[in-house]
């Protein structure tokens, strides 16, 4: 049977509705239950893709090849199981589906409405594929009280009420600011906040209040009584120094005991959270510390790379260590030398990114990090950056450039507009719609014998995702090679370059895939483990 638990945010947004749903998933895993999380977005883009991420962070790429929401990522990294492009709803991929079919005519002359056709598409998007579970955690984006959640609002209302509260649960999440002046804790927010869900109809039956302190029992049954829900059911969600201990502050407070006694299934049998402790245990006490520089455009909202955050910070959980994130500009780099900024870093990362603003700089990075034998990590336009300035600088092309800047005469990265996907070729036009011209989703590659790629990951074949519109050019591979960057890892028919090496360098991979989207605290990504246990190896040299 499955049981779908609501998770609204009230008061004001960044809360962590996202961390806070995702640990409530790995808490009822722990007891051994089956879960999903889904998200449902009140915005009117179809989906996250053609956002800035200073707009709204990154885009978390699905193996189905869906451009979805971040907080896919926090799920993802605290269950362990991956989403689908059925995890993530946006207002306007319902009104698009609700369009096509108006469209279509299968509404056979009805006047087409927000209820019940939209709150319809609504409830069908909620439990679309979730038979296999035993618990669907659906997040509602947003925060109560704005008009564009209204729709999602009165979806889940007609839900609860369909599907009754044996499979439904309602779990809304408040601010219970400190005011310092009054020396008090206030409830009023929190009130005022569950009233606004009561006037769509909506009673939760649990409060996961967010608080600097710990909520005094008077407080709490305050909260309670006003609120109509169990004393029991007023979770103080603390701040804490590691989001991967929050589902332990969580069981502590008692959540999961109260989620299951909402659904009269028992609690009784303490949930197993020993990887959970063993990694806050060494996040709390790493030995040592190395310095990372992570060289970007995006780097003013750590929103957008956040799961490049997370796996960084997982590649020191797998070496014992913190790893310091020291996010550079790489435009500063365009007006000054690198030298004195990147002298004693440990590892130079160049992640993702779109368009020609700051290359020059990024281009800089890499090469003071191939001349001085840092370890560096290219991820997806970092690896097309290596690649460019291999070529200029050892390769004897001084032009080469990628065809994403315009027109060039050595386009060592271009624009590939036929690959092959198993059996299907896929093509993308040049031109086209910016939201669908892309590469997305999971590809394999084959990794040469031998190579830094095969003996990183342990074996030959890989599946990563991919989010990029163009490649490393693969009629330059014999020149590349020559001056020394050995590609290591190719599509199954050879034409997509998709991880190059320096075998001659101690760490040097750049990888046109996204390993960061896959890296868990629990199984941290081998890509992460190694560029972080390169780095620990500089810093002894250093
Ligand atoms: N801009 C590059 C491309 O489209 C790289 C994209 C990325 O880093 N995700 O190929």
Avoid at 98 to 111: C, K, M, N, Q, S
Avoid at 501 to 516: C, I, K, L, S, T
Wanted: charged content about 25%; aromatic content about 8%.
């Amino acid at each position: 049977m499955t049981r779908f638990v609501f998770i609204t945010g009230g008061v004001v947004s960044s809360l962590g509705k996202g961390i806070a749903s995702a640990a409530l998933g790995a808490l009822l895993q722990s007891r051994g239950w089956r879960v999903r999380l889904r998200k449902l977005d009140p915005y009117l883009n179809v989906d996250p893709g053609t956002m800035s991420p200073l707009q709204h962070g990154e885009v978390f790429v699905t193996d189905d090849g869906a451009e979805t929401d971040l907080d896919l990522g926090h799920y993802e990294r605290f269950t362990g199981v991956h989403a689908t492009r059925n995890d993530n709803a946006t207002t306007g991929r319902i009104y698009s589906e609700v369009i096509a079919r108006e469209r279509r005519g299968d509404y056979l002359g009805a006047t087409v409405q927000v209820i019940p056709h939209i709150t319809d598409a609504i409830k069908d998007a909620i439990v679309r594929d979730t038979d296999d579970v035993d618990f669907a955690l659906i997040e509602i984006g947003g925060t109560v009280g704005d008009i564009e959640s209204l729709p999602f609002l009165e979806a889940i209302r007609q839900l609860g009420n369909e599907l009754g509260p044996q499979k439904t649960m309602f779990v809304h999440l408040t601010l219970v600011p400190y005011i310092p002046s009054a020396g008090e804790l206030k409830t009023k927010p929190t009130q005022h906040s569950v009233k606004e869900l009561q006037n769509v109809g909506i009673q939760p039956q649990m409060l996961l209040c967010r608080c600097d302190r710990p909520i005094p029992e008077n407080e709490r049954r305050k909260i309670a009584s006003f609120c109509n829900v169990r004393p029991e059911a007023v979770v103080a969600a603390l701040d804490v120094d590691t989001i991967y201990s929050v589902p332990i502050a969580y069981h502590a407070e008692g959540m999961d005991t109260e989620v299951l006694r909402h659904f009269g299934l028992d609690a009784t049998i303490e949930p197993d959270m020993s990887d959970w402790q063993r990694i806050c245990d060494t996040v709390r006490a790493p030995e040592g510390e190395v310095r990372i520089a992570v060289v970007g455009k995006y780097t003013n909202l750590l929103d957008s790379y956040k799961s490049l955050a997370e796996a960084l910070a997982h590649g020191g959980i797998a070496n014992g260590v913190k790893v310091v994130l020291d996010w550079v500009d790489s435009e500063i780099f365009e007006q000054s030398n690198p030298v004195p900024r990147l002298e004693g870093v440990h590892g130079i990362l160049v992640p993702g990114g779109f368009g020609e603003r700051g290359t020059e700089g990024k281009i800089a990075a890499v090469r003071f990090a191939r001349e001085r034998r840092v370890p560096f990590l290219g991820i997806c336009f970092g690896m097309q950056m290596a690649v460019i300035e291999c070529a200029r600088n050892l390769a004897g092309l001084p032009d080469a450039s990628s065809s994403e800047f315009g027109a060039c005469d050595t386009p060592v990265v271009g624009l590939l507009t036929e690959w092959a996907r198993g059996n299907e070729i896929e093509t993308r036009a040049e031109g086209g719609d910016l939201g669908g011209t892309m590469r997305k989703g999971a590809y394999p590659a084959l990794l040469a014998e031998g190579s830094l790629a095969n003996r990183v990951y342990g074996t030959h074949t890989i599946s990563e995702r991919h989010r990029h519109r163009y490649e490393v050019n693969i009629r330059y591979r014999e020149v590349l090679e020559g001056a020394g960057l050995r590609f290591s890892g190719l599509s199954p028919d050879g034409v997509l370059p998709e991880i190059v090496e320096y075998p001659d360098q101690p760490w040097f991979v750049g990888v046109q895939f996204h390993p960061e989207l896959k890296s868990k605290p629990r199984a941290p990504h081998p890509l992460f483990s190694g560029f972080i246990a390169a780095a620990v190896r500089q810093a002894r040299l250093v």
